[in-house]
């Protein structure tokens, strides 16, 4: 078992990848032949992941675990460096999770070109780029795989995308590289200034002291640019909601629950940890656009008329929760971040799902147009009821831990940070889960309830199918098992969380 775990990661990174290069061989002609190898790939991946959650060493959550060092770019000390702890875990498993979903979704879902083999190459090659991201110990590495996900994105919204789908391409792909840009820039300037290496850890362990406060700043101000158009943070959303509206449904389900989090996860894993004095410096700033997007995102909900850009604009609302949370730099802020971002992609993640599956019936998202989900397809009709709850942050249900703790994290800052700003922000976002509640709320009763339009009155409309209800029921139970026992999260995330701020003090 021993050299299972040095392979682990890697074959959890390039199994879809060499599943993918195997397609391209085959005819485009033999469908079914395509759809099995792609649910092959992503369940040999979902697999490994298990193998991993099961050899995990739960009790040193804080350490990397199947750690794998091996020389690569030897001339600019770049390595082949992976591992995974406490907060690169759950997010790498949900990675792998939506993926097989997805594929399974897919099965009788294929926008428009029909070309199944081309869409099913680029889902793998995107969980390649998410997967390596997460396990991705070397700032090389990582953007490396952080830029992968970009063009597999860019196909998928500018070839299956909506009416607009070219420009929503083109916006998406021009916003992040001028991000990478700046980031690839941060990159270089923390090799030559703290220690001329790449590795995450060993930058952690010297950056700090090495780095004037100064160049920290600016250090920091790169990777923040970088980091939150990914995100995204107000006033950099404004792809998002083209990208989302634009988007097929599975890459608007890829996009919402993972692509988003590598912004989020970059400032916990990068930018915080190695810059912690730019990081207190820049902190009251990142809390501050966080709170503007939460109510902004909000107010954009309840200005929509399309169901899907709707769901888009909570997303910014929803990751301005997780930015509060990591803002605070406070162990119990950074855990609810974790958190909200594994609670946000499953449930955002499923109101996609469903989204997608109401513009199969209907043709159409125009709230205005649709009604009496409840009574044509009842099931699917309470699902998105369900969501809806979910996502507005119902005790009992993911949502509630993702927002809750980041909010009350909020009321003691870390120290050297002034408490009567964030609580300021806190009353600030506390008054963005109010509006979350109306915009939530006017969507499932413009959706679902009252009577069809006249136009569908009559029209046959099918409720569920099995690649539905498969590729539905886990997410649904995983929002309800997490909001029931948010500790099996947060027992994973805690130490990961405290190492990570180990370079402020006692962790805040």
Known sequence: MESLDDSALSLAVFVPLVVAAAMLLVPRENETAHKLMALGATLATFAVGMLILARFDYGASDQLQFRVDAPWIDVINSRYLLGVDGISLPLLVLSMFVCVLVVVYSWNHFPEPHNPKAFLILILVLETGMNGTFVAQDLI??????????LPMYFMIGVWGGEQRQYAAIKFFLFTLFGSALMILSFLALYFSGGQTFSIQELVAVAADNIPRSTQLIIFGGLFMGFAIK????????????????????????????????????????????????????????????????IYGALGCLAQSDM?????FSSVAHMGFVMLGIATLTDFGINAAVFGMVAHGLITGMLFFVAGSVKDRFHTLELSRLGGLLLQAPRMGWILGFCAMASLGLPGLAGFWGEFPAILAAYSPAEGLSEALFRTYMVIAALGTVLAAGYLLWMLQRAAFGTPKPEFAEAPIADMHWPEYVAWVPMLVLILVLGIFPGLLFGLTDGAVGNALSSFGAGG
């Open 141 to 150: 590495l990582f953007f490396v795989f952080f830029e992968v996900v970009l």
């Open 231 to 294: 995100v995204p943070m107000f006033p950099f959303h404004t792809w998002l909601p083209d990208a989302h509206t634009q988007a097929p449904t599975q890459g608007s389900v890829i996009l919402a629950a993972i692509l988003l989090k590598l912004g989020t996860y970059g400032f916990i894993r990068i930018a915080i940890p190695i810059l912690p004095e730019a990081a207190m410096a820049w902190a009251p700033v990142i809390g501050g656009l966080a709170v503007v997007g939460i």
């Open 308 to 312: 899907k850009r709707l769901i888009a």
